[in-house]
């Protein structure tokens, strides 16, 4: 490969790194071309973008990116594929729906909602997080709920009121 496709990759790289907000770190090997295949469907499929890149020229990439990656530079051996996602969650829930049947891909490292997570242990908590639109969801339904407390309560004093003063019409006859 020469020297300006190299540069070519790198700059493609750091461009797709500010793009997304988040992105996986993997192992794929081993994948036969079938596995391989309907991985790069699912992944299409839940908006991620999956390419298998050189470590070499990933760490440049990362080293010329406006983030702080030093964490993950040591699980860049072997062979690594990228997952470029908006969401942070997304690939976590599809990685580990995947190996249910296959095995792979390994979790390396991931850079999600600006933190790092290194290693294969982390994938439970990479699932667990969650999206805007998650959050945002559960503080409308926390904003909500005082208020459907108060109706609710309204409601049913309503009713008490009217029985209470229904039985006392009653007992003056």
Do not use: W
Not at 72 to 89: A, E, H
Not at 122 to 142: C, F, H, P, R, Y
Not at 143 to 172: C, F, M
Request: proline letters at 2%; one cysteine or more.
């Amino acid at each position: 490969m020469r020297r300006e496709e190299k540069i070519a990759i790198i700059d493609s790289l750091a461009e797709r790194l500010k793009e997304y907000g988040h992105f996986y770190l993997t192992d794929t090997a081993q994948l036969n071309a079938a596995d391989t295949s309907d991985l790069r469907r699912k992944c299409f499929e839940n908006d991620i973008k999956l390419i298998v890149v050189k470590n070499t020229l990933l760490k440049r990439a990362l080293e010329q990116s406006t983030g702080n990656f030093e964490e993950l530079y040591p699980v860049l051996k072997g062979t690594t594929s990228i997952m470029f996602t908006q969401s942070g969650n997304v690939p976590a829930k599809l990685i580990k729906e995947f190996r249910k049947s296959h095995g792979k891909p390994v979790l390396k490292g991931a850079y999600v909602q600006e933190s790092i997570y290194v290693g294969e242990n982390q994938l439970d908590a990479l699932v667990s997080i969650k999206t805007k639109e998650e959050l945002v969801g559960d503080i409308i339904m926390l904003l909500q709920s005082p208020a459907k407390n108060v109706i609710s309560a309204l409601l049913s004093g309503g009713t008490k009121i009217h029985g209470v003063l229904e039985t006392l019409s009653k007992r003056e006859e």
